[in-house]
Nanobody, 126 residues
Framework: QVQLVESGGGSVQAGGSLRLSCEAS????????MAWFRQAPGKEREGIAAIDSGSTTTYADSVKGRFTISRDKAKNTVYLQMNSLKPEDTAVYYC????????????????????WGQGTQVTVSS
């Protein structure tokens, strides 16, 4: 069983930055794909960034150029550096992981991920 634990959320003013971390633990399994999703009140969960084992990245248009996903395979941790934050970035942010058998499937589709963290709140004020 894989556990994902996010950290780094908080409150920031528009234009500010935050860095989220997500550590995978609980087994020797190293997730092939890791991703970040977010969900604002009353909205569907949105995929925003994903990274594979070779560190190839994918971004949603809504965050491209502002957010950067990276991973430290030795620490089994994925990061999300968020810059130029906007009030519309306010949401609960979730880390997720899935294995290599899902290769070729949309990396930003939440329905394709097997493992999820508990979420961390990010609030951006104007």
């Amino acid at each position: 069983q894989v556990q994902l634990v996010e950290s780094g959320g908080g409150s920031v003013q528009a234009g500010g930055s935050l860095r989220l971390s997500c550590e995978a633990s609980g087994s020797i399994y190293i997730p092939y794909y890791m991703a970040w999703f977010r969900q604002a009140p009353g909205k569907e969960r949105e995929g925003i960034a994903a990274i594979d084992s070779g560190s190839t990245t994918t971004y949603a248009d809504s965050v491209k150029g502002r957010f950067t996903i990276s991973r430290d395979k030795a620490k089994n941790t994925v990061y999300l550096q968020m810059n130029s934050l906007k009030p519309e970035d306010t949401a609960v942010y979730y880390c997720a992981a899935r294995d290599a058998s899902t290769r070729g499937i949309n990396l930003l589709d939440p329905g394709t991920y097997s493992y999820w963290g508990q979420g961390t709140q990010v609030t951006v004020s104007s």
